[in-house]
């Protein structure tokens, strides 16, 4: 799919196309984002290409810019208009999302490993089913634990030492920013060190 496919994509997808021209910087925290790549191409005499794009989750949307750094986006896909499956591709771990509207074309994109694609799933079906998938409210959940834990750490038998390193460890966790994952940079704090997002759910426990 080229760049002219693209635009008519954006077009028919988003509000309003004076959205495209928000910063990549600019749209805050975002509900989730990382590197991925667009399947390009493979119709007519055109080769098949992959294209590497930052994407953003942002209110329900999927906005892709070409690196993080980005003034404009290169499209916007509003997340309710898909559906998201498996994607067979040789050589690549990829999922598509499938467009609700008649003779609109589906869009293949493929992550580095099979952690990454499969929370992108995750997350894209999270907002298909009206879920808040805020990064905060996330991040919260990683350091809650369940309530066998939550048993085991505050019973009047724990070591109150170990309960309050337990506390400890999960403030931190709590106020640790997290606007960026595996391949990007944090962008919208202006810092240039990479910064990698956790990819599970578990609860961080002391052993």
Request: proline share 4%; with cysteine.
């Amino acid at each position: 799919m080229d760049l002219k496919d693209n635009k008519k994509i954006s077009s028919k997808k988003i509000a309003d196309n004076s959205e495209l021209n928000i910063p990549c910087r600019n749209l805050g925290e975002s509900d989730f984002e990382g590197w991925l790549m667009k399947k390009a191409g493979g119709h007519g005499l055109k080769p098949i290409s992959w294209k590497k794009y930052w994407c953003v989750i942002k209110s329900g949307n999927i906005y892709c810019y070409k690196t993080s750094f980005e003034s404009s986006a290169d499209y916007i896909l509003v997340i309710k208009k898909f559906s998201i499956e498996d994607a067979d591709e040789k050589k690549k771990i990829a999922f598509r999302m499938k467009p609700h509207e008649e003779n609109s074309k589906s869009l293949i994109f493929a992550g580095d490993n099979e952690t990454d694609v499969k929370k992108w799933i995750e997350m894209i079906n999270l907002v298909i089913s009206g879920v808040d998938i805020s990064l905060k409210k996330s991040n919260l959940k990683d350091v809650i634990p369940d309530y066998e834990e939550r048993k085991r750490l505050y019973s009047s038998k724990q070591p109150i030492k170990e309960r309050k390193q337990y506390r400890a460890s999960a403030y931190i966790a709590a106020e640790k920013e997290t606007t960026a994952l595996t391949g990007g940079f944090n962008t919208r704090r202006g810092s240039f060190n990479p910064q990698v997002k956790p990819l599970s759910n578990t609860p961080e426990t002391d052993d």
